[in-house]
């Protein structure tokens, strides 16, 4: 099995940074896709950011030239830098991680969401 533990949200004000972190553990050979989602109310769960295995980043629209996204291979870990944060990116924020295990079996494994709250 593979766990990830997130953290870095909270509540701050327009134009504001937050630093989220993903920690992954347990059964893991490979990490290949790293990636950060979002969901608000009454929305949808849309992609933020992802990175891949080789280090490519892809963001989404309303998120380019104020988030990024980054790992660190020898900890397992996955963050997103958010600066300028605006009350639209208010949401749960969800990392994703997928890869294989040390069976040689593939994972998709989800953080337990951390809240992001931008307001004044």
């Known amino acids: 099995q593979v766990q990830l533990v997130e953290s870095g949200g909270g509540f701050v004000q327009p134009g504001g940074s937050l630093r989220l972190s993903c920690a992954a553990s347990?059964?893991?050979?490979?990490?290949?896709?790293m990636g950060w989602y979002r969901q608000a109310p009454g929305k949808e769960r849309d992609l933020v950011a992802s990175?891949?295995?080789?280090?490519?980043?892809h963001y989404a629209d309303p998120v380019k030239g104020r988030f990024t996204i980054s790992r660190d291979n020898a900890k397992n870990t996955v963050y997103l830098q958010m600066n300028s944060l605006k009350p639209e990116d208010t949401a749960v924020y969800y990392c994703?991680?997928?890869?294989?295990?040390?069976?040689?079996?593939?994972?998709?494994?989800w953080g337990q969401g951390t809240q992001v709250t931008v307001s004044s």
């Open positions: 990175v891949a295995s080789g280090g490519s980043t």
């Open positions: 347990g059964s893991i050979r490979s990490i290949n896709a």
């Open positions: 994703n991680i997928r890869g294989f295990t040390i069976r040689f079996t593939t994972y998709d494994a």
